[in-house]
Nanobody, 124 residues
Framework: QVQLVESGGGLVQAGGSLRLSCAASTLTFSRYAMGWFRQAPGKEREFVATISSGGGSTYYADSVKGRFTISRDNAKNTVYLQMNSLKPEDTAVYYC?????????????????WGQGTQVTVSS
């Protein structure tokens, strides 16, 4: 069982930045691909970004490409999501997820463990 704990959410004005962190409670973090997803009120959960176990491959949703950056520090068992140029439409609960595979995925059903989520609110 892997526990994931997100942090770093909050309230920010449009155009601002936030960095989300997700700490994993596993000794084998470097074997897991990681992803970030988000869910806005009344909407389905959607893919944001993913990173392979070694960090060499990353993929982004078109809506965040060029503004968000996913990264990881395997020595700290942590994955990050740097969010710049935030827009009101980025408002959502952000979840990190891990999958027992080296390869990254955009599909939520491919992930095995999920965090509780952290709220990001972007005001206009």
């Amino acid at each position: 069982q892997v526990q994931l704990v997100e942090s770093g959410g909050g309230l920010v004005q449009a155009g601002g930045s936030l960095r989300l962190s997700c700490a994993a409670s596993t000794l084998t973090f470097s074997r897991y691909a990681m992803g970030w997803f988000r869910q806005a009120p009344g909407k389905e959960r959607e893919f944001v970004a993913t990173i392979s176990s070694g960090g060499g491959s990353t993929y982004y949703a078109d809506s965040v490409k060029g503004r968000f950056t996913i990264s990881r520090d395997n020595a700290k068992n942590t994955v990050y999501l740097q969010m710049n140029s935030l827009k009101p439409e980025d408002t959502a609960v952000y979840y990190c997820a891990s999958r027992v595979s080296a390869g990254s995925s955009r599909r939520a059903e491919d992930y095995d463990y999920w965090g509780q989520g952290t709220q990001v609110t972007v005001s206009s």
